[in-house]
């Protein structure tokens, strides 16, 4: 199983970016999908997440409003876009897949390697 995380990169203070989130080695169309983020000299943080129908969605109240997740399961892939972004935003991103469908971290039962996003004043 693999969680493979790309699109991450440098942009200024009140541009975009789209993430994406390749899943490969079983059907994730039941599981839910996460992003978390990580900043330096910070704990990972949730993000946003989406159940398996992409109708059921969540956000962490410091991106409600600027960030959009979806999914498309028929292409095992899961996206976040982010606009209107701070430097605050900077981090490293990770896409996660619950099985339980809870976006708490210590349910998490995969993990993708993490795209770094850095946003400039």
């Known amino acids: 199983v693999q969680l493979q995380a790309s699109g991450g990169g440098l942009v200024q203070a009140g541009g975009c970016l789209r993430l994406s989130c390749d899943a490969s080695g079983r059907p994730f169309n039941n599981w839910a999908m996460i992003w978390f983020r990580q900043a330096p000299g910070k704990e990972r943080e949730f993000v946003a997440g989406t159940r398996w129908n992409g109708d059921n969605t969540y956000y962490a109240s410091n991106v409600k409003g600027r960030f959009t997740i979806s999914r498309d399961n028929t292409k095992d892939t899961m996206y976040l876009q982010m606009n209107n972004l701070k430097p605050e935003d900077t981090a490293i991103y990770y896409c996660?897949?619950?099985?339980?469908?809870?976006?708490?971290?210590?349910?998490?039962?995969?993990w993708g390697q993490g795209t770094l996003v850095t946003v400039s004043s």
């Open positions: 996660a897949a619950s099985a339980s469908g809870s976006y708490r971290i210590a349910n998490v039962n995969y």
